[in-house]
């Protein structure tokens, strides 16, 4: 069995069991080495999670991951426990100003999502240091890490290039010519999601041009898509691969500025709400789901059980293991994914309140969601 085929089983018996763990986890579970009454934590109720997100671009941190995190450790601790949260910014070096403070201010666990993952690599260092265990959220940086909870980028990728390959239909053959949106060099995810997206269409599609888009910043990728455009010709285009949504944002308006009335299929990644409006109105194919409850929660019962010393708990949460490039076997928990598209935006994104009906038909998109039965 193949290293990613080995991490989605395990991923998929961790979803299994993390009810069980949860219930647990409700009556008390204790450390492994201290399973008599009298046992205690290794910390009460009354502890501090620092909170590290790295960009705003995405709307998906302060939107859904902080408040997430923030209420699941309150539920938790019984609304002792506080969240220390800062945003880099897409800034590495704030972000590593921003980690040094909260060892400075003596958090008792950090929940880290790099901007830069090799660049945090010192800090991260810094905490272990100063026994402050980090957790890797959503992408894995380098250094001493406790844990890891993140999607399974590979599937992501995959997902997207075979929503792409179906959008062609049966008219794929190795002429059509397809551009590459792919994220940021410094997040280690990218690499990811670029390498399932080429597993799928490697052989199948031409990659005709292919762009790593500084910072996943949506004006960096409409400049990319003009300078592909202006290189393949703007009706030589037969799908767009990107990375995320806000990617994909910057790649139709760039299509629309150069007079493409027609759009090729576009993929993305988020459901962030513009998004998943253009899935409505035909903009773009599709974008990729993830839950971001499921992975926020279960970061936060990650960071408390780390510091509590529940090591039942922390050990079934993360059962698979990934490598990173300075360090072996991090226990991780990898999240499944959902392609999105027309067909199950109810069950998906509104079934599981990431929007109402309303967020997502707004006047302008009322024909398009009474055309798909949403009302």
């Avoid at 299994?16 to 009556?27: K, M």
């Amino acid at each position: 069995m193949s290293r990613v085929a080995r991490l989605r089983r395990t991923a998929i018996a961790v979803a299994a069991s993390t009810v069980a763990v949860s219930l647990a986890a409700g009556c008390g579970v204790l450390d492994a080495d201290q399973q008599t009454a009298e046992a205690t934590p290794a910390k009460g109720n009354d502890i501090t999670v620092g909170l590290l997100l790295p960009e705003t671009a995405n709307t998906r941190y302060d939107k859904f991951d902080y408040p997430i995190i923030k209420n699941k450790v309150e539920s938790l601790t019984n609304g002792q426990g506080r969240v220390e949260y800062a945003n880099a910014g897409a800034d590495a070096i704030m972000q590593g100003q921003q980690l040094q403070k909260m060892i400075d201010n003596k958090v008792d666990v950090l929940l880290l999502d790099a901007v830069d993952a090799h660049a945090i690599a010192g800090e991260v260092r810094k905490a272990k240091d100063a026994g402050i265990p980090v957790i890797a959220y959503d992408r894995l940086a380098e250094g001493p890490i406790d844990a890891y909870i993140s999607f399974d980028n590979e599937l992501v990728g995959e997902v997207q290039g075979r929503s792409l390959l179906e959008a062609l239909g049966g008219d794929v053959d190795e002429s059509k010519k397809v551009v590459m949106m792919n994220g940021s060099v410094t997040d280690p995810n990218a690499a990811q999601f670029k390498e399932g997206a080429l597993a799928e269409l490697n052989g199948k599609v031409t990659i005709a041009q292919s762009f790593d888009t500084k910072d996943w910043k949506p004006e960096n990728a409409q400049a990319n898509m003009t300078k592909a455009i202006a290189a393949i010709g703007k009706d030589n285009i037969a799908a767009v691969y990107s990375a995320n949504d806000g990617m994909a944002g910057g790649i139709i308006n760039a299509l629309q500025a150069a007079g493409v009335t027609k759009l090729p299929p576009i993929t993305g990644q988020d459901a962030e709400l513009a998004a998943v409006q253009r899935i409505i109105s035909g903009e773009q194919y599709m974008s990729v789901y993830k839950s971001y409850p499921q992975e926020a929660q279960t970061a936060a019962e990650m960071a408390v059980a780390r510091i509590q010393g529940r090591d039942i708990q922390f050990d079934a949460l993360t059962r698979d293991k990934v490598d990173s490039p300075t360090q072996k076997d991090v226990p991780a928990q990898l999240v499944s994914v959902v392609a999105l598209t027309k067909a199950n935006i109810r069950s998906t994104v509104i079934e599981d309140g990431i929007y109402k009906v309303s967020d997502i038909c707004t006047q302008k998109f009322e024909d398009d969601c009474a055309a798909l039965g949403l009302k």
